[in-house]
Nanobody, 122 residues
């Protein structure tokens, strides 16, 4: 069992940066692949970035490649999403999630946080 709590969202202007954090509880955190997803109003939840259990591999949606960076600190049970050059279309609720294997698919993630709002104004 893994409990996830996101933080770090807020209101920023286009071009600004934000760093999201996800605090995980549970002794098995380091065995899970982790992902960040986002959901805008009226749209489906979509994959943003993922990282393997060791942190050795990362993968991104095309829309954020080169602007966002996912990382993890297994010693601290933390996952991060550094978001640079933010655009208005990045506005959404961002969710942290844990999966037993690396994946970009929502259905493969077993545990979810409550989400944190990111709003980017133009």
């Amino acid at each position: 069992q893994v409990q996830l709590v996101e933080s770090g969202g807020g209101l920023v202007q286009a071009g600004d940066s934000l760093r999201l954090s996800c605090a995980a509880s549970g002794r098995t955190f380091s065995s899970y692949a982790m992902g960040w997803f986002r959901q805008a109003p009226g749209k489906e939840r979509q994959f943003v970035a993922g990282i393997t259990w060791s942190g050795g591999s990362t993968y991104y949606a095309d829309s954020v490649q080169g602007r966002f960076t996912i990382s993890r600190d297994n010693a601290k049970n933390m996952v991060y999403l550094q978001m640079n050059s933010l655009k208005p279309e990045d506005t959404a609720v961002y969710y942290c999630a844990a999966s037993s294997h690396a994946s970009t698919m929502v259905v493969t993630y077993d545990y979810w946080g409550q989400g944190t709002q990111v709003t980017v104004s133009s």
